[in-house]
């Protein structure tokens, strides 16, 4: 007995000398702004990690093969192999420069990803802020309708309506939750948390104008400066350079002249459609960026007179001239002109960087 008080009075005090642990399970809630969440992303994501294994390759791959180029054919070279070794060379350079664009503009989708998972947050924050005014609203609202009811001044389907008109607004307000919920899921799979913490996001969108002073000359720019165009320019030269050193005294050569004549048209007119698809893209995204700074200037009017129309129904209800529902609808008008600002904010931002960079838009898993 005495061995087993001695054994016991030593564990309990080893075991108040470990350090205290949080409760298991327990949401994160740590202050993210933008910048440290896209640093987040880019040490977690595993398609960039892949890039970047990619890139390595290929410079192993395109190494190996100029160890093994004797000569740089200018033609067809009967009975010789150097036509399909420098083909494998020029390809093997091709991929090595492809992969080391596919790894930026992989660095480039990640952060364009990651400002639109942001925004989504904040988004559905002020939806459910702007859905839990609503309910607030029609809740005073049915209240409103049973006092009317009582005093003979509402009939039974005034009170129906109220209720459903409640009924619909506590709907939306659990919508708006999961949606919120959902687009944590993603943010926090983005930058590497737990699906169930709830990070504090401190920056918002600002929004300033896309300031373009050509817009011919600019998107001609970032057309020539795409990977995707880069890649599709790529193919038509190897698709000249396979029909040059087309070898006319090799019987066992699979394919007649005419078949390389044709793979080059096609790659000709590939890289075509794919410069004025983009170019397109790039000209509708700053026409629509445009409009959304037209609409953000008259929202920003309509905040203002938000706030006087909340500020004056507010000191009425002080002096008795207006009511509770006056003073709870100018609450729920602003919120919803603060919402619509927000949206808008967002959207121009994201329509900003993809106009810079829209091969990232493309690859960024929220279009």
């Given at each position: 007995m005495r061995r087993l008080a001695v054994c016991l009075t030593l564990f309990v005090f080893l075991f108040t000398l470990l350090p205290s642990q949080a409760p298991a399970g327990e949401p994160l809630t740590p202050e993210l702004t933008l910048e440290m969440a896209v640093e987040r992303a880019l040490k977690t994501d595993s398609s960039l990690k892949k890039a970047k294994k990619d890139l390595e390759r290929s410079v192993e791959v395109k190494d190996y093969l100029a160890d093994?180029?004797?000569?740089?054919?200018?033609g067809p070279v009967p009975s010789s192999n150097a036509e399909s070794v420098f083909l494998n060379?020029?390809?093997?350079?091709?991929?090595r420069?492809?992969?080391?664009?596919?790894?930026?503009?992989?660095?480039?989708?990640?952060?364009?990803?990651?400002?639109?998972?942001?925004?989504?947050?904040?988004?559905?924050?002020?939806?459910?802020?702007?859905?839990?005014?609503t309910l607030e609203n029609r809740q005073w609202l049915k209240q409103v309708a049973y006092a009317g009811q009582r005093a003979g001044t509402v009939d039974a389907l005034g009170v129906i309506q109220a209720e459903t008109s409640w009924a619909n607004a506590k709907t939306e307000l659990e919508s708006a939750q999961?949606?919120?919920?959902?687009?944590?899921?993603?943010?926090?799979?983005?930058?590497?948390?737990?699906?169930?913490?709830?990070?504090?996001l401190v920056d918002s969108p600002e929004l300033s104008p896309l300031e373009v002073s050509d817009l011919d000359v600019e998107v001609n720019a970032i057309v020539t400066s795409s990977p995707t165009v880069w890649s599709?320019?790529?193919?038509?030269?190897?698709?000249?350079?396979?029909?040059?050193?087309?070898?006319?005294?090799?019987?066992?050569?699979?394919?007649?002249?005419?078949?390389?004549?044709?793979?080059?048209?096609?790659?000709?007119?590939?890289?075509?459609?794919?410069?004025e698809q983009m170019a397109k893209q790039l000209r509708t995204m700053y026409y629509t960026a445009k409009q959304l700074e037209e609409q953000y200037a008259g929202i920003v009017e309509s905040i203002r007179l938000a706030e006087e129309n909340l500020r004056v129904a507010k000191v009425r209800f002080?002096?008795?001239?207006?009511?509770?529902?006056?003073?709870?609808?100018?609450?729920?008008?602003?919120?919803?002109?603060?919402?619509?600002?927000?949206?808008?904010?967002?959207?121009?931002e994201i329509l900003k960087m993809a106009f810079k960079k829209p091969w990232a838009y493309g690859s960024s898993g929220y279009n």
């Open positions: 093994r180029i004797d000569f740089i054919p200018t060379l020029t390809q093997a350079e091709i991929s420069n492809m992969a080391r664009r596919n790894y930026t503009a992989r660095e480039d989708a990640v952060v364009l990803s990651v400002h639109q998972a942001y925004y989504e947050i904040l988004r559905y924050l002020e939806k459910v802020r702007v859905a839990g005014l999961k949606f919120l919920d959902d687009a944590y899921q993603k943010f926090n799979q983005i930058i590497g948390l737990s699906a169930k913490d709830r990070p504090v599709a320019e790529q193919a038509v030269e190897l698709a000249r350079l396979s029909r040059r050193l087309y070898d006319f005294t090799n019987p066992n050569v699979g394919e007649p002249y005419e078949v390389k004549e044709i793979d080059l048209k096609k790659a000709e007119i590939t890289a075509g459609d794919v410069k002080d002096v008795g001239i207006a009511t509770k529902t006056d003073v709870l609808n100018a609450e729920l008008a602003l919120e919803q002109a603060r919402q619509g600002l927000l949206e808008i904010g967002s959207q121009h």
